[in-house]
Nanobody
């Protein structure tokens, strides 16, 4: 099992910046494992959860078109942490942001989610 602990959400005015952080803690796998990908998803009120940005162990990143050029995802593989630097925030970025980790154990994938952190962008 993996517990993902998020921090950094809050209220910001449009055009402002926020940084979200997530740490993988209480890792209790009994066998060898690898966290292949970590990233962020978000869910706005009344909408489905959507990908924001992900980053693989080898540094490959993937961004939603709506955040390209404004958000930057980064990862510390050794410490099992992932961060999301958000700039030029817009009211439509308002959502609960969830940290996500994709784990592999001997070719068997599993997925873990954080509890979510609220980001509110006022106009």
């Amino acid at each position: 099992q993996v517990q993902l602990v998020e921090s950094g959400g809050g209220l910001v005015q449009a055009g402002g910046s926020l940084r979200l952080s997530c740490a993988a803690a209480r890792i209790t796998f009994r066998t060898s494992y690898s966290i292949n990908v970590m990233g962020w998803y978000r869910q706005a009120l009344g909408r489905q959860r959507e990908l924001v940005a992900t980053i693989h162990t080898d540094g490959r990143t993937n961004y939603a078109d709506s955040v390209k050029g404004r958000f930057t995802v980064s990862r510390d593989v050794a410490r099992n942490t992932v961060s999301l630097q958000m700039s030029s925030l817009k009211p439509e970025d308002t959502a609960i942001y969830y940290c996500n980790a994709g784990v592999d154990q001997f070719g068997i994938p599993s997925e873990y989610w954080g509890q979510g952190t609220q980001v509110t962008v006022s106009s």
